[in-house]
C-alpha cells in the first residue's frame, strides 16, 4: 500500500495537475459554447473566438493543445445535442446569461496573448494570428443542425490545413 501511494505522488506532478484543469477548462468551455450554439445567443461569435484563443494560448504543450481542442468540440456537439432533443427548453434564459459572462472582458491581442478580466496576462508558446482561428461570419448552427437531422448535403465543407504541420 506504501509503495501505491508513493507511486501515485511520483506520478501525479504538478505538470499532471496542470494538464488536468487545461482538459476540464477546454471541457467547460465547450459545455458553456454548446448552450450558447443551441440556444443561438447573439455572442456565440464572440464566445467561440475567445474560446478558442483560451484553449490555444493556455495550452502547455502541441499535444495538450490537440486534446484541449477535441475535448472542447466533443463537449460543445454533446451539449447542442442534447439541447436540441430537449426541444431547446429554457433557451431564452440561457442565451441571456450566456450573453452576459465576464469572458467578454477578456482582451485578446493580434498575438494571441490574453488579458483576463482579473488582470493575469497569458502569453502564448507560440504567437498566432487571433483573428484566423475563427471566422466570425461562419454558420455554426446551422452545419450542427444540419449535422443532427443528418441532412448533410447541407453542411459547408471546410478544407482545414494547418501550417505548423508542414
Known amino acids: 500500500m506504501k509503495n501505491l501511494l508513493i507511486l501515485l505522488l511520483v506520478l501525479w506532478t504538478p505538470e499532471v495537475w496542470a494538464q488536468v484543469s487545461y482538459l476540464d477548462e477546454a471541457k467547460a468551455l465547450g459545455t458553456i459554447a454548446g448552450q450558447g450554439l443551441a440556444c443561438q445567443a447573439s455572442k456565440y461569435q464572440t464566445f467561440e473566438l475567445l474560446a478558442r484563443a483560451i484553449i490555444l494560448t493556455k495550452s502547455p ?99 482545414f490545413v494547418d501550417e505548423n504541420l508542414h
Open 61 to 159: 504543450s502541441d499535444m495538450m493543445q490537440d486534446q484541449g481542442l477535441r475535448a472542447y468540440m466533443e463537449e460543445k456537439a454533446n451539449v447542442f445535442i442534447s439541447k436540441q432533443m430537449d426541444g431547446f427548453a429554457d433557451c431564452p434564459d440561457i442565451a441571456a446569461r450566456f450573453d452576459n459572462q465576464d469572458i467578454y472582458k477578456v482582451t485578446l491581442y493580434a498575438d494571441g496573448t490574453i488579458k483576463m478580466p482579473d488582470g493575469k496576462i497569458y502569453t502564448p508558446r507560440v504567437p498566432y494570428d487571433a483573428n484566423a482561428i475563427y471566422d466570425v461570419k461562419s454558420q455554426d448552427w446551422q452545419n450542427a443542425n444540419a449535422i443532427y437531422n443528418r441532412d448533410l448535403s447541407k453542411v459547408k465543407k471546410v478544407n
